[in-house]
């Protein structure tokens, strides 16, 4: 399957202009969201292809948003690939736990994202 719609969910206005520079270099359309309901808002308009997910976010986080849309029979088959600054291995183990396909560590290496985006591919 190739990724051309991606879903960016991250609370951080400087990470979703990075991402979406980098993502639409690839060629890919990218859609942003702030939060939990704004995510969702985004799915129910469109579905993605993949979706990149921030853990720390107010409101819901980035881990139990991930359970929801894994666990969602309309959005499970969206891969998800957490983007995070939670660099531990007991999170990155939690969020593969909780639906991931990937985890990524902030700062985002852009080659590093690219080769883990075309593995899904």
Request: aromatic fraction near 4%.
């Amino acid at each position: 399957m190739a990724i051309h719609k991606v879903l960016v969910v991250d609370d951080s206005k400087t990470e979703l202009v990075f991402l979406s520079d980098l993502l639409q270099k690839c060629g890919m359309q990218v859609r942003t969201a702030e939060n939990a309901e704004e995510a969702f808002r985004s799915l129910a308009q469109e579905k993605p292809d993949l979706i990149l997910m921030d853990v720390v976010m107010p409101g819901q986080n980035g881990f139990q948003l991930t359970r929801a849309i894994s666990r969602d029979p309309l959005y499970a088959d969206v891969p998800i690939i957490m983007c995070t600054s939670k660099n531990q291995e007991t999170d990155r183990v939690w969020g593969l736990r909780q639906g991931a396909r990937d985890y990524i560590t902030k700062p985002v290496d852009p080659a590093e994202l690219q080769a883990k985006i075309a593995a899904l591919g």
